[in-house]
T-cell receptor, first 117, second 109 residues
Framework: GAVVSQHPSRVICKSGTSVKIECRSLDFQATTMFWYRQFPKKSLMLMATSNEGSKATYEQGVEKDKFLINHASLTLSTLTVTSAHPEDSSFYIC?????????????FGPGTRLTVL | GQNIDQPTEMTATEGAIVQINCTYQTSGFNGLFWYQQHAGEAPTFLSYNVLDGLEEKGRFSSFLSRSKGYSYLLLKELQMKDSASYLCAVRDRDYKLSFGAGTTVTVRA
């Protein structure tokens, strides 16, 4: 149980285009979803936290108009990187929490590798 | 916020034991997690500590001292497949995780 999927796993796009990444909890209802970004050989940095049906809470330094997050249902959150530029190239990972698991832990998706040319 | 420190790299021999230390400074401690991450993949859960002491789970054990802001992950009977990055993550009262930079463990034959 507690499986989280992400789609796509890899995406290459041209500078200036927008890219949408989906995060789904497959066998549980995710009351909270988190979006992280990880640069090569660096740790995961939390970008934002989203609760179903409400606006995402962004971490300091993360532009909410640049990284649009929608958490429309208890099993789906999307991250849209708008007007992507090469510096947005990174590994984007989502996680989901159901609020009732034994450690109230986050379950991580497999990540999306974004490359902006 | 959280300030989390762990060594950058460690190397050990197959069959040996390695201990990865993690120190943290927190504004509201609500548990410490250890994750394993292979290159290009998502982190996978290894252990969780919220009370002081040792948690043992097969070949992996994790220790926590809240008063010292210190944890370690102990990997026993190292196997080649244990070569990976190990992430220490501290959770705050808002259930947000802050990650250390990760320790790359290389297991040699």
């Amino acid at each position: 149980g507690a499986v989280v999927s992400q789609h796509p796993s890899r995406v290459i796009c041209k500078s200036g285009t927008s890219v949408k990444i989906e995060c789904r909890s497959l066998d549980f209802q995710a009351t909270t979803m988190f979006w992280y970004r990880q640069f090569p050989k660096k740790s995961l940095m939390l970008m934002a936290t989203s609760n179903e049906g409400s606006k995402a809470t962004y971490e300091q330094g993360v532009e909410k108009d640049k990284f649009l997050i929608n958490h429309a249902s208890l099993t789906l959150s999307t991250l849209t990187v708008t007007s992507a530029h090469p510096e947005d190239s990174s590994f984007y990972i989502c996680s989901a929490s159901d609020g009732v698991s034994s450690y109230n832990e986050q379950f991580f998706g497999p990540g999306t590798r974004l490359t902006v040319l | 916020g959280q300030n989390i420190d762990q060594p950058t790299e460690m190397t050990a021999t197959e069959g040996a034991i390695v201990q990865i230390n993690c120190t943290y400074q927190t504004s509201g401690f609500n548990g410490l997690f250890w994750y394993q991450q292979h290159a290009g993949e998502a982190p996978t859960f290894l252990s969780y500590n919220v009370l002081d002491g040792l948690e043992e789970k097969g070949r992996f054990s994790s220790f926590l001292s809240r008063s010292k802001g210190y944890s370690y992950l102990l990997l026993k009977e190292l196997q080649m497949k244990d070569s990976a990055s190990y992430l220490c993550a501290v959770r705050d009262r808002d259930y947000k995780l802050s990650f250390g930079a990760g320790t790359t463990v290389t297991v040699r034959a």
